[in-house]
């Protein structure tokens, strides 16, 4: 019988199945951080039981982290109480925590595939919805809630009813100036913020075949801002390749044996989706967005809609019908997150302002994914280029995609940002968040108003 690639990785995974129930689904990896894993240890504590598999969970404080002076200590109570009993947690069960002078730290969705923790074929949890990154490597990666942290904890299980299988296929070659994170709001401003709701995609088709590995993570990891359980893409010779000698893969002939599992992961050329959605590259143009959910997107160049049940979210961020975006002014750049702070995203930004000058209304902060993008900046003379086009790079961590650390924008500020949600409050009180990609940020940095960058690239 013909399966999907999703089918396959779950079958291998199901322990048992409840009787008109969920599955009792084995998990391979479980990324935990400070603000939904206090809760889990304090349950395990007060059950009077251990981790179950502690070489299976693997740490890191991102979300409340400042991203200044990381060597001192954190002066925000909460974010440092949080971060303290994540370490005390984690010494307390022999788990491998990344902390902050650790020179792996990192924002969890990047250190987890730079240090080859992430492989295709496994099944991936962590508390934080943007869990779906890891789905880029062929694997079945979701966020879960912090009682469900506390199960896998405690039984390295979790039981999960089997979602329904989305196949979106995109297929050409990509137009100038648009990149995989104008790809993904697209397909998410087609579908609306609900369109994938019970779904778990597949993205098929040339288009991500010809991406890198760093763009396929920014595609899968905005899965869940169209209701999707997740997204995967299939592993290729891309894949392998990326994963090849990195800290926690398999290493020396092993290496070789892990490929040849990896290849057999893959959906059968006449297995059955539930829904399937085809989509032209050359229709894809830099998207922006307009409102308060990433579905709320546009054309960089085209008008604010006017559809019915949008009139408070326009006027939280103070549009109107019919008006551009293109050309509006902002004050406020922020290129970091789960979604785009890779090294591949900083070098695409060094390439567009490399010997010019950010516009003076613009405060633009760059934040690395991990102490490993921050040293692949300095290696390759890329922090010199952006600081001297007068970019801020911090140290890593979540920043300025969510109001949890010092990194707000403030009240009524508009700022184009990298991350992967708009809601409202979200980059701090009141502020208004315009998601876009790396390319449309530096843009729109350098002019001091939001711009088209197929203008200058």
């Not at 206090?38 to 981790?51: D, E, H, M, S, Y």
């Not at 400042?66 to 947690?89: A, F, G």
């Not at 199960?151 to 039981?159: D, G, I, K, T, Y």
């Not at 184009?416 to 949600?421: A, D």
């Amino acid at each position: 019988m013909s399966k999907t690639l999703f089918d396959k990785i779950w079958e291998r995974h199901v322990v048992d199945t409840i009787s008109n129930g969920p599955d009792v689904l084995y998990i391979d990896r479980h990324f935990i951080h400070e603000v939904t894993s206090p809760q889990a240890f304090t349950g395990l504590k007060k059950r009077g039981i251990k981790v179950f598999r502690p070489e299976r969970v693997f740490a890191t404080p991102d979300h409340n982290v400042p991203t200044i002076d990381q060597h001192m200590p954190i002066q925000e109570k909460l974010s440092r109480l949080q971060v303290e009993r994540l370490t005390e947690n984690c010494r307390e069960h022999g788990i491998q925590l990344f902390h902050l002078n650790h020179e792996h730290h990192g924002i969890v969705h990047i250190i987890g595939p730079e240090l080859g923790i992430t492989q295709p074929g496994q099944t991936i949890v962590c508390g934080d919805s943007h869990t779906a990154t890891h789905g880029a490597f062929g694997t079945i990666a979701f966020g879960i809630g912090t009682s469900e942290v506390e199960m896998v904890l405690a039984s390295q299980c979790l039981l999960q009813y089997k979602p329904k299988k989305m196949k979106i296929n995109v297929e050409g070659e990509l137009g100038k100036g648009v990149v995989s994170k104008d790809v993904i709001l697209y397909i998410i401003a087609r579908l609306g913020a609900g369109g994938g709701t019970g779904y778990f995609v597949e993205y098929a088709g040339s288009t991500f075949r010809n991406m890198s590995m760093e763009a396929r993570m920014t595609v899968c990891n905005m899965s869940i801002e169209m209701g999707a359980r997740g997204g995967l893409i299939a592993p290729d010779e891309k894949t392998f390749e990326y994963l090849k000698g990195r800290k926690y893969g398999p290493q020396d002939t092993g290496y070789d044996e892990a490929v040849k599992r990896w290849k057999e992961l893959y959906t059968d050329p006449d297995a059955v989706f539930d829904a399937v959605l085809e989509i032209k590259a050359e229709d894809i143009p830099p998207m922006l967005t307009y409102g308060t959910n990433p579905g709320m997107g546009i054309p960089v160049d085209q008008p604010v809609p006017g559809r019915a049940g949008e009139e408070k979210a326009l006027d939280y961020m103070g549009l109107k019908q019919g008006e551009l975006l293109l050309d509006m002014p902002v004050n406020y750049v922020f290129i970091g997150s789960c979604t785009n702070a890779r090294i591949e995203d900083f070098r695409a930004v060094a390439d567009i302002v490399r010997g010019k000058q950010k516009a003076d209304n613009i405060r633009a902060y760059l934040i690395p994914g991990s102490k490993l993008v921050e040293k692949q900046i300095d290696d390759e003379g890329l922090r010199e280029v952006l600081e001297d086009a007068g970019f801020e790079i911090r140290q890593p961590g979540c920043s300025a995609c969510l109001g949890m650390n010092e990194d707000k924008v403030p009240r009524g500020e508009y700022c184009v940002s990298t991350s992967n949600r708009n809601f409202e409050g979200r980059q701090g009180p009141e502020s208004r968040t315009i998601l876009a990609s790396p390319l449309t940020a530096a843009a729109t940095a350098l002019s001091g108003k939001i711009t088209d960058v197929r203008h200058l690239v």
